[in-house]
């Protein structure tokens, strides 16, 4: 998919950042990482890793992350992360059996919401194959109100903020 | 999405639109639907759809309306629609067993893109439980080069703008 | 499943059950039907819907049923289905945007478990493109102990014996 | 559910193997393991991977050791493994964010078949979480027919049996 950001394709270039935008965004500006293994029902049959399955690439990351860095506990914890908007910028085309880099950092953190920013890479790549976001407000587990991020989860999104 | 943190904020609702956005989005405002029957695995160990389930909602009913409207073969056609942007807003749960009304529209039809609109309707409801958005940029098959949308989906997507 | 490297055995078909068994396995050989439209990643990259796929729309069909049919409540239920056993015969291929008539019977209903048979047809066929089985055993919330199956499921899944 | 086997649970005790076989069955009898990362959605409302996804642990173990040891193209290859039968015995959950151990065996090579047995393993278990056996088909994929496995595919099999 290279291709599609070259001046011959005009329209899919104005879905994608600018050259220098994505040229500022490496692996460096991405504090965590974390491994992922595609499957094989992951492609679909294009080929390629199917546009829906990079969203639970970017769930598994941060939700891997809250759980042994933040104490998460989502089966019985007093709060839950709802996922209330989401987003994929797709650059290029991942397929079985790659593994994905997954990078995460926190854009903006608030009471009771927190925005990331995910950037998926290929093996040994600097350039991302797809630039993600994704917000999640907590909520109180009885009420499902919003309530605030608790204390040791937030120290941990505090360590992602870029 | 500032909004979502603030003290105005009481519940994840509030992560939406502004009321008077959201009034103008009913179901009359889409002239193509499929009814998206939820699965067991959908749900979550929230007891909800998981977020990235909704993506596999608006892929289905966009790919499922060009083969059976507009003649896209996906097995052996000469062209093939890559996803290049998704987005979602999650206004309401959903959940298994229920069946999901899938309403789509073209908002933006290019020389060889187009960007659909997609709401999910729980049944019954008038007002959206998410809405999202898909851009497909349109690739001949040999060499994956953006192409001008052959004329039969053209047509098909023609009829979906509003 | 020795024929399947024979002589005899020309297609993959031939990795099914004798056409004596296949032939008194119809459609009225199972009381309830569910219709599960297929979704666009449930097909891989070989263009048929993946293996795994098969067992979602298995214990989509039960699950279903008992929600509906026997009350089972499975956010705050007390008791709890869990899978202990699952099977399937692949007998002939599926593909998006197809809908897939699942047919579900009860073979054995003991005190704590029951097994379901599972047949998957396409639209106007006769003869199941898959045959499935699967075994629930019922578990209290609190200790994950075999309980015995609640008087409403149990009822249901009477319903269901052939 | 390791209380499934108990005197309380006569029926689904007969689903699983005596503990004698399963004290039989550790990680030496695998000659090729991979590594899978569990994922935010293969949870299911239960709090545990539902029994669909152990599935995709299986076709994931064994095509990726085919493409990268036997040389297997599932892109452009002369041939394609269909499955045509497949099981799993569920011993005990699993759950996200573990890591699950996929162990591989070949228990049958024939002319175009395979038979597979695929133990889950949680890290630093040595009695497997889940027992599970697949066949592969191999056709050729002009015309779906069965056909001989290809020398180098055949190599890597017959390095699997045990």
Same mark, same amino acid.
């Given at each position: 998919m290279s291709s599609i950001s070259t001046?011959?394709?005009?329209?899919?270039a104005s879905a994608t950042p600018p050259a220098a935008v994505l040229a500022l965004t490496g692996r460096s500006d991405y504090p965590h990482f974390l491994?992922?293994?595609?499957?094989?029902?992951d492609n679909d049959v294009y080929g390629?890793?199917?546009n829906v399955v990079y969203y639970s690439y970017f769930d598994t990351v941060i939700n891997e992350h809250l759980i042994r860095?933040?104490?998460?506990?989502?089966?019985?914890g007093?709060? +839950?992360?709802?996922? !209330?908007?989401?987003?994929?910028?797709?650059?290029a085309p991942l397929a079985f059996p790659e593994t994905i880099d997954a990078g995460l950092r926190v854009a903006h953190l608030g009471n009771s919401s927190v925005?990331?920013?995910?950037?998926?890479?290929?093996e040994g790549e600097e350039v991302p194959a797809a630039l993600g976001?994704? +917000?999640?407000?907590? !909520?109180?587990?009885?009420?499902?109100h919003p309530t605030a991020i608790p204390p040791a989860i937030r120290a941990c999104l505090e360590r992602l903020k870029r």
């Open positions: 001046p011959a394709a005009p329209s899919p491994a992922i293994p595609t499957r094989w029902m390629h890793v199917n860095e933040g104490g998460l506990d989502i089966h019985d007093t709060v +839950v992360g709802y996922c !209330v908007e989401s987003q994929c910028r797709y650059l925005r990331y920013e995910i950037a998926l890479f290929r976001s994704f +917000v999640h407000v907590f !909520v109180a587990r009885p009420d499902d």
